[in-house]
T-cell receptor, first 112, second 109 residues
Framework: DAGVIQSPRHEVTEMGQEVTLRCKLI?????LFWYRQTMMRGLELLIY????????DSGMPEDRFSAKMPNASFSTLKIQPSEPRDSAVYFC??????????FGSGTRLTVV | GIQVEQSPPDLILQEGANSTLRCNFS?????LQWFHQNPWGQLINLFY???GTKQNGRLSATTVATERYSLLYISSSQTTDSGVYFC???????????FGTGTRLQVTL
């Protein structure tokens, strides 16, 4: 099993551009979580899905952020338009009903 | 929301030493996990331990849910153990996890 796969690993973009982060879940896992990590705020949950349905998006900073899960194994997190304060490492994690919470390697986003 | 406090915030050990990291949480939980973030930023899931004790090599963890704390033990520490250790709690296996602020561990030669 390749684990949770995120792409790209690094993204540098100019302010105002659209950014799309991608995540592929572990086969058989039915929950997906998007986290953001910054020095100031630590690890914050942005949104999570159970069985493709968004359950809690209260952590999404503002309307510029949106997340989708078009099928059981894939999710995207989109920022449009991006701003320098969005610079962070974005992690995706999945979960089965058995407990463990494997994380992807993260996407380091820099908005200049 | 639930509060998660970890101690100590920073720890420096010499290789071979043992250590205990603590996680206190403010409410009942039925999901508790320990993670290690290595110096390259990768988050590794160490234990899923809502209660009881588990061991994996030199690492072990104990959660006393009724008293709202968990402990992570590292024995015979190695330089590869360096990084930040996070405790995270939630209310179900598929629930959101709230992370503590972490314990930053540095193991020196």
């Amino acid at each position: 099993d390749a684990g949770v796969i995120q792409s790209p690993r690094h993204e540098v973009t100019e302010m105002g551009q659209e950014v799309t982060l991608r995540c592929k879940l572990i086969s058989g896992h039915n929950s997906l979580f998007w986290y953001r990590q910054t020095m100031m705020r630590g690890l914050e949950l942005l949104i999570y899905f159970n069985n493709n349905v968004p359950i809690d998006d209260s952590g999404m900073p503002e309307d510029r952020f949106s997340a989708k899960m078009p099928n059981a194994s894939f999710s995207t997190l989109k920022i449009q338009p991006s701003e320098p304060r969005d610079s962070a490492v974005y992690f995706c994690a999945s979960s089965s009903n058995h407990g463990g919470r494997p994380f992807g390697s993260g996407t380091r986003l820099t908005v200049v | 929301g639930i509060q998660v406090e970890q101690s100590p915030p920073d720890l420096i050990l010499q290789e071979g030493a043992n250590s205990t990291l603590r996680c206190n949480f403010s409410d009942s939980v039925n999901n508790l996990q320990w993670f290690h973030q290595n110096p390259w930023g990768q988050l590794i899931n160490l234990f899923y331990i809502p209660s009881g004790t588990k061991q994996n090599g030199r690492l072990s963890a104990t959660t006393v849910a009724t008293e709202r704390y968990s402990l992570l033990y590292i024995s015979s520490s190695q330089t590869t153990d360096s990084g930040v250790y996070f405790c995270a709690v939630g209310t179900g296996t598929a629930s959101k996890l709230t992370f503590g602020t972490g314990t930053r561990l540095q193991v020196t030669l």
